[in-house]
């Protein structure tokens, strides 16, 4: 059923300039290279770009409830993040301000932000706030987000330590993010009814209550829910502990029943690079898993070594549980990224991959801004995944107490 409504959905699109992304097509046929056959794909919608903002939450979890409304209604809708931006911002904000600005007021969010603004103010097309002023095209960060960042930041530095507030110091952050983003509506109409944006949601079938975030860390008890520390979940957003092969099993069962995830990770490491691919080449056998001479290999520059890395599917390293706790307890797995999970592939040696929707534009990778990322990498890099609580395995969410 899902493949049928892929292609619905795409055909539909086709009169797009940057349409749907035809996952059945997007394979490199090279020499050397990766060579990949989708496996299983379920319906997204059009690679968005959010350029050089700090809003891929934003932008990966709008992309996720857009597949849930195509998975549910059979309907492309294109969604406004910068509603979410502006309402999420000034909750973070008032955070801030309570804590005297400890944790530091910063522009990033998580996936469960947006499923908050979706259950509390609800959201709005994208037609009803565009969220770009003043003739640019893009969310570009300079003049636009750089700047909005800079100034509300600013804002938000000169009232810590003030031995009391004023009243209206809400509205006056409120009237900066209304001037770069214009001002979220509180009535608009669309598709020739009206709308408030809680009845919006409403009309979709939505309900932030069916979605759940999953992690997988050790110091904390499996099977459990607690606040994963870092600075982006500064809602505290309790997400269900499970160990990595349950956390694998849910993604895996989430796609062949047609779901997409939101996905949080950290893309810092070498093998996930700029042109498509995430992996997790055994950096520490370098010399030998790329054939190279290892003086050679031992004076290469960090850049040149990712090159021959990530040039094509090589070894990686076998994950463990205690791997993924180690890099997160040293600090090596961040929170750095959000993107979407749709599908799965394999690559010319029968290596599973899981296809990943980014907010990078369609000119930024090989693949027209889709993402093959290693089950190695999937597994060692995943903070924290969003998804529809009926796309766990009964017997998880039996555990879990779903």
Not at 271 to 289: C, H, L, Q, S, Y
Not at 370 to 388: G, H, P, R
Request: proline letters at 4%.
């Amino acid at each position: 059923m899902k493949r049928i409504l892929y292609t619905l959905t795409f055909a539909a699109m086709a009169t797009f300039a940057f349409a749907q992304t035809d996952t059945t097509k997007v394979e490199k046929d090279t020499t050397e290279g990766f060579r990949f056959t989708t496996v299983d794909s379920v319906a997204i919608t059009p690679v968005k770009d959010q350029n050089r903002s700090s809003t891929c939450w934003a932008f990966s979890t709008i992309g996720f409830i857009e597949s849930e409304v195509l998975r549910t209604k059979g309907k492309e809708l294109d969604l406004s993040e910068m509603f979410v931006v502006s309402k999420t911002m000034m909750d973070r904000a008032t955070y801030c301000v309570r804590l005297y600005n400890e944790p530091r007021f910063a522009p990033g969010g998580s996936a469960y932000d947006v499923i908050y603004c979706m259950g509390h103010y609800g959201l709005v097309p994208q037609e009803a706030m565009p969220g770009i002023r003043y003739g640019w095209t893009k969310n570009d960060t300079l003049p636009v987000h750089g700047e909005l960042d800079r100034v509300a930041g600013g804002y938000i530095k000169g009232l810590t330590g003030l031995k009391k507030l004023s009243p209206v110091w809400r509205e006056g952050l409120q009237a900066i993010y209304d001037t770069y983003l214009g001002k979220c509506p509180e009535e608009f109409e669309f598709e020739g009814k009206k709308y408030t944006p809680q009845s919006f949601v409403e009309s979709l079938g939505l309900n932030a209550d069916d979605y759940v975030s999953i992690t997988s860390y050790t110091h904390h008890p499996f099977y459990e829910r607690f606040a994963l520390e870092v600075p982006d979940n500064w809602r505290m957003d309790q997400m269900y502990n499970v160990p990595m092969e349950d956390m694998m099993r849910i993604i895996d069962h989430a796609i062949a029943n047609g779901y997409t995830l939101a996905w949080g990770a950290d893309v810092s490491e070498t093998g996930f690079t700029r042109k498509g691919i995430g992996v997790m080449p055994d950096e520490d056998n370098g010399a030998d898993i790329t054939g190279s001479d290892m003086a050679k290999w031992v004076g290469m520059t960090a850049d040149k070594k990712k090159e021959e890395l990530t040039k094509k599917p090589l070894p990686e390293k076998t994950i463990t549980q205690e791997m993924r706790q180690n890099a997160f307890d040293n600090w090596e797995t961040t929170d750095d990224h959000g993107m979407q999970i749709f599908g799965t592939a394999k690559d010319q040696n029968g290596k599973r991959y899981y296809m990943v929707k980014n907010s990078w534009g369609t000119m930024r990778s090989d693949y027209k801004g889709i993402w093959y990322v290693s089950e190695a990498f999937m597994q060692y890099k995943t903070n924290d995944v969003l998804v529809n609580k009926n796309a766990i395995p009964k017997d998880i969410r039996k555990k879990l107490g779903i």
